[in-house]
């Protein structure tokens, strides 16, 4: 199984960026999909996330200005950033837990700048 991330790169602050996961097998099978930040000397921090059936839960730092959603014809999931800071800046990852039991699978990473 494979995840690769697009849609990475330098904005503006107060700009958007959409993030983008494609997923190498049907997104059916997949049980949570979520996105991941780090930026230097942080950890992994989650940023948002989006169960089988739906429901989302975000962190608080990006709640209001960030949204993740998902495609299932096109086994893609999303992640809309809005009203983007400089503090958003980082290597963003897309994971997903698939099967039972699940197993964890990872994207390569796609760095976001946020500049002020």
């Known amino acids: 199984v494979q995840l690769v991330e697009s849609g990475g790169g330098l904005v503006q602050a107060g700009g958007s960026l959409r993030l983008a996961c494609t997923i190498s097998?049907?997104?059916?099978?997949?049980?949570?999909m979520r996105w991941y930040r780090q930026a230097p000397g942080n950890q992994r921090e989650l940023v948002a996330a989006?169960?089988?059936?739906?429901?989302?839960n975000y962190a608080d730092s990006v709640k209001g200005r960030f949204t993740i959603s998902r495609d299932n014809a096109q086994n893609t999931f999303y992640l809309q950033m809005n009203s983007l800071k400089p503090e958003d800046t980082a290597n963003y990852y897309c994971?997903?837990?698939?099967?039972?039991?699940?197993?964890?699978?990872w994207g390569q990473g796609t760095q976001v700048t946020v500049s002020s």
């Open positions: 994971n997903a837990d698939i099967g039972l039991p699940p197993i964890v699978y």
């Open positions: 989006i169960a089988s059936g739906g429901s989302t």
């Open positions: 097998r049907s997104i059916f099978s997949v049980n949570a």
